[in-house]
């Protein structure tokens, strides 16, 4: 169907509501689309980012449908480059800023493999990465296996690429799964991205951590600061306070 705006929305797509100035962005059942950990990254950047310059130069790496993109450049008023290796969540998130009048070039859209140094290059003040979680032999592979699992490049090939494009001072901000930590942090490290802040996410009281949030400094000295746990749901099964104010836009 034809856009209020100029723009398209496919018959296999939806807009959603992303519950901040009106922001809306297109997804697609058929791809991957961003679900909570994403959002919970989108916070533990924001709130190390709160004083980083309007002239910041931000890289989502692997942007999928652009969420991150969408919301650090519309929260912070940085630039952000969204790199995506699928071409068809490039084309929706490029339809997006025209949902939201993102035309100024808040927000650049590249078709390129961010961890071929051949296919983009760049320096940035910061990146987001939500990498794939799973091991390419680890369960069922996903409709879009390259979203979900290391089939093309394990935490190891995605820390040297970042550590690439990050200059030095620069900040990483990254999730993965809890009981891979020490395999991230590590990685981390060797690229020379220093891991300096760690938050650790269980669903509530009751379970171990199931995914870890990492600020990684590159050329910093070794010291890493571990926060408290953040916990997304209370004893009554609803969102804690912390997390329901990152779904009101706090």
């Known amino acids: 169907m034809n856009g209020d705006a100029g723009f398209t929305v496919l018959g296999d797509e939806r807009v959603d509501d992303l519950q901040f100035n009106g922001l809306r962005l297109i997804q697609s059942p058929a791809s991957f689309c961003f679900g909570t950990d994403s959002v919970l990254l989108l916070h533990f950047a924001l709130q190390g980012l709160e004083k980083a310059p ?14 991150l993109s969408l919301m650090l450049a519309s929260r912070l008023g940085i630039r952000v480059t969204a790199v995506e290796i699928d071409e068809g969540q490039c ?12 035309t100024g070039g808040e927000v650049e859209v590249v078709n390129a493999d961010y961890l071929d140094k051949n296919a983009f290059r760049g320096t940035f003040d910061c990146a987001v990465c939500n990498p794939p979680y ?15 699992h290391e089939t ?8 040297r690429a970042a550590a690439r494009l ?3 001072g620069g900040k990483l901000f990254i999730c993965f799964p809890a009981q891979r930590l020490a395999e991230a942090l590590s990685a981390l ?6 891991p300096k802040q760690l938050r650790l996410v ?3 009281e009751k379970h171990k951590p199931y995914l870890a949030l990492i600020r990684a400094n590159r050329g910093a000295k070794k010291g890493l600061t571990v926060e408290r746990n953040l916990i997304i749901l209370g004893p009554d099964g609803e ?12």
């Open 54 to 67: 309007k002239k910041s130069r931000a890289a989502d790496l692997g942007a999928g449908s652009g969420f």
């Open 91 to 102: 084309d929706r998130l490029k339809r997006s800023l025209l949902i939201n009048g993102m």
């Open 134 to 148: 799973f091991r390419g032999d680890q369960g069922r592979l996903s409709k879009n296996p390259a979203a979900t």
């Open 152 to 159: 093309a490049a394990d935490i190891a090939s995605i820390a």
């Open 166 to 168: 990050v200059k030095y």
């Open 189 to 194: 490290s060797a690229a020379g991205l220093e």
């Open 202 to 204: 269980q669903t509530d």
């Open 239 to 250: 969102y804690t306070e912390e997390v329901e104010g990152y779904y009101r836009g706090n």
